[in-house]
Structures are given as C-alpha cells and as structure tokens.
C-alpha cells in the first residue's frame, strides 16, 4: 500500500512562514531541529554537516500535512529540496524492487534516530524528491 504523507516546501525563514501559512488556517502541530549522521546521511550529504529546523502544519486532519524544512547548513536553493512524500509497506522490500527498475536513490532506507520510521529517497524522472517512509510498528 501507498497513500499520500506530506508535501514539503524549504523556506528561507520557518517562524514566518510559520505565520503565513497559519493565515491559511493551518494549524502547527510540531517543530525539531535536528542534525548528524542520520539527517546528513539522508540527504546525501557526505560530510555530515547537515543542520536543520522542520515545522509541520496540518489542515482539516493530521492526514494533510504540509511539512516546512528550513536549512541552517548547507545552504540550499530554496527550490531544490522540496519533496512529496508518501507512506509505505514494506520499504525494503519497496527498494529493491525500484533499485532493480533503475530508480535513483540518494541512500537506502534508513531508520529514523526516533526508531519510529524507517525512510529514503529517491528521484523521479525529472529529478524531484520522493520521500518513502514506513512506519515501524
């Protein structure tokens, strides 16, 4: 099974689009900085350097999220992270089934420093992100 999990933007500033998104009627339900080996790794960045802050918003239900990612190091382009992501079974299995289709990953599935998801991505034909993610029961 896949069903849609969130849609990501990367801002310049997260406590005002924070703001601005609220004006939408959204509504903020968590924020975390994070950085190291697991979220480096994840985002293909070799030399561990990556530092970040992530908002997630919500609308309706907990099920539409709109997840807000602002980069404290590197630096990115605004653009070029932003990612749709989407809820798996079986994300191993998922994988190397699409390794084997010639799918472009940037890691393997890697579990979550939390230990409640364990997740990759990969890239479609035009080079955006897709965010794969099992929860871990």
Known sequence: MIEFRHFCFIVSD????????????LKSFQRKRIRGVYVSALFGDNYFTTDLTYAKLY?????????????????????????????????MGLYSKFIKLGVKFI???LRASDNKVLVCFCKDLDGNLIELVEELK
């Open 107 to 109: 890691s393997p599935p």
């Open 14 to 25: 997260i406590s005002k689009s924070i703001s601005f998104y609220k004006r939408f009627g």
């Open 59 to 91: 609308i309706g239900n907990k099920k539409n999220i709109l997840e807000l990612i602002q980069f404290h190091n590197p630096k990115v382009k605004i653009q070029n992270q932003s990612h749709l992501a989407l809820s798996v079974d079986n994300l």
